[in-house]
């Protein structure tokens, strides 16, 4: 199971986000952030807990390993306002977690 | 380019079948596990199955084991999802995804995804 938190988070523009995923048990560095917006597939950010996908930004930032892991978006685009997810690939089923909402605040 | 496309859905009765499609272009199909993953409305992503790339082994939820069916056609690049038993619990967009090794990557993560179909289990 991963859990992420906090559920919502309220920033303006430039401001850093931190979101939390955290796993119940060990899932070693096998983990991958998504970002999602309305109406649109998601689209993946992070891989191997820390390794920026193709043509992501450099603000994206992924860290953690084991069961703590942490998604830093450094300075808020406008196009950043998103709902993210972690997702496991460490056995099957895999998971995802609950997701972060990062909304303008 | 990946192209990923989705098929099939639709307003379904409870308790009734429905088969889902993913038509793949721009890479080697047959080299590739592919993935549904299914998005109830409002709510978060759901890991649905798992097909390797030769069709030797598939993996499902614990929601849809014993339900579900996932399969593929690697002569005509196509994804299938055979769902039997539908409740209203599997109203969703479902997607279908492609495996890929990224870069300096130990494992597999999905980097590609359709844009999805949705099916509504309602009477």
């Known amino acids: 199971v991963l859990t992420q938190s906090p559920g919502t988070l309220s920033l303006s523009p430039g401001e850093s986000a931190t979101l939390s995923c955290r796993a119940s048990?060990?899932?070693?560095?096998?983990l991958a952030w998504y970002q999602q917006k309305p109406g649109q597939a998601p689209r993946l950010l992070i891989y191997?807990?820390?390794n920026r996908a193709a043509g992501i930004p450099g603000r994206f930032s992924g860290s953690g390993s084991g069961t703590d892991f942490t998604l830093t978006i450094s300075s808020l685009e406008p196009e950043d306002f998103a709902i993210y997810y972690c997702l496991h690939r460490v056995n099957w089923p895999l998971t995802f977690g609950g997701g972060t909402k990062v909304e303008i605040k | 380019q990946v192209q990923l496309v989705e098929s099939g859905g639709g307003v379904v009765q409870p308790g009734r079948s429905l088969r889902l499609s993913c038509a793949a272009s721009?890479?080697?199909?047959?080299?590739?596990?592919m993935h549904w993953v299914r998005q109830a409305p409002g709510k978060g992503l759901e890991w649905v199955a798992v097909?390797?790339?030769?069709?030797?082994?598939?993996y499902y939820a614990d929601s849809v084991e014993g339900r579900f069916t996932i399969s593929r056609d690697n002569s005509d690049n196509i994804l299938h999802l055979q769902m039997n038993s539908l409740s209203v619990e599997d109203t969703a967009v479902y997607y279908c995804?492609?495996?890929?090794?990224?870069?300096?990557?130990?494992?597999?993560?999905?980097?590609?995804w359709g844009q999805g179909t949705l099916v509504t289990v309602s009477s």
């Open positions: 191997d807990a820390s």
């Open positions: 995804a492609k495996e890929s090794r990224l870069v300096g990557a130990t494992n597999d993560y999905f980097e590609f």
């Open positions: 097909i390797w790339y030769d069709g030797s082994r598939k």
């Open positions: 048990q060990t899932v070693g560095r096998y």
């Open positions: 721009g890479f080697t199909f047959s080299r590739s596990g």
